[in-house]
């Protein structure tokens, strides 16, 4: 069955510095696709990045990249050089090929200080 | 090009009573999808529908929960009853496609306050 763990559900950065968000998944396909959301306090749920199973290059979209380790299956979301206003939770995601269902973990929840 | 619509944004029902959720997909987008917030937890898959069909609905409760995506007018998710362990956040999601790579794009969410 699919799963997906993120173990830090709260951190903190200083504002201009990198932070690292970790995930990691669980699946016996082959074929699947990462994704992570960001859900400010508003509410709503923000597609940042994408990632295939089958992608050679690690996804990258302006100030956010994903670290993609197939070997242990990893993708960890790094943010570059905070804003205050990345102040969010941030849920790591999965689909299967063929799949419909998306599998989402707990979610960390990053503090960005001033 | 309007995103998801969902409404309303904000939902108050007694016990007892019945909550109709609404969510309009993206132009273009046949494909469906809800899910619930609990507070403080990631989302959960409820049920994915394509016009007219439910596809899969293996992540609804077996009582109290329905939904439907007509072939005019929003999809509508229906719990009769409320009781207060169905107070979260309901997200509606819709793509153009299903698949891996599919980015399902999510409405703002309806709030349900069951009192």
């Known amino acids: 069955a699919q799963k997906i763990t993120q173990t830090q559900p709260g951190m903190f950065v200083q504002e201009k510095e990198a932070v690292t968000l970790d995930c990691t998944y669980d699946t016996s396909d082959q074929s699947y696709g990462l994704f992570w959301y960001k859900q400010p306090s508003s509410g709503e749920m923000i597609f940042l990045i994408y990632?295939?199973?089958?992608?050679?290059q690690n996804a990258t979209e302006g100030r956010y990249s994903l670290n993609f380790q197939k070997a242990r299956k990893s993708a960890n979301l790094v943010i570059s050089a905070s804003q205050l206003g990345d102040s969010a939770m941030y849920f790591c995601a999965m689909r299967e090929e063929g799949g419909f269902k998306t599998i989402f973990g707990a979610g960390t929840r990053l503090f960005v200080k001033a | 090009n309007a995103g998801v619509m969902q409404n309303p944004r904000h939902l108050v029902r007694r016990r007892g009573q019945e909550a109709r959720l609404r969510c309009s997909p993206m132009?273009?987008?046949?494909?469906v999808y809800w899910y619930r917030q609990l507070p403080e937890e990631g989302l959960k898959f409820m049920v994915y529908?394509?016009?007219?069909?439910?596809?899969?609905e293996s992540g609804m409760p077996k009582e109290r929960f329905s939904a439907e995506f007509p072939k005019e007018g929003p999809s509508i998710l229906r719990i009769q009853q409320v009781v207060r362990g169905d107070s979260a956040a309901y997200f509606c999601?819709?793509?153009?496609?299903?698949?891996?790579?599919?980015?399902?794009?999510f409405g703002q969410g309806t709030r349900l306050t069951v009192v």
């Open positions: 990632q295939g199973s089958y992608d050679e």
């Open positions: 132009k273009g987008h046949s494909h």
């Open positions: 999601a819709s793509s153009w496609s299903r698949g891996r790579g599919t980015e399902a794009f």
């Open positions: 529908l394509q016009k007219e069909n439910i596809i899969d």
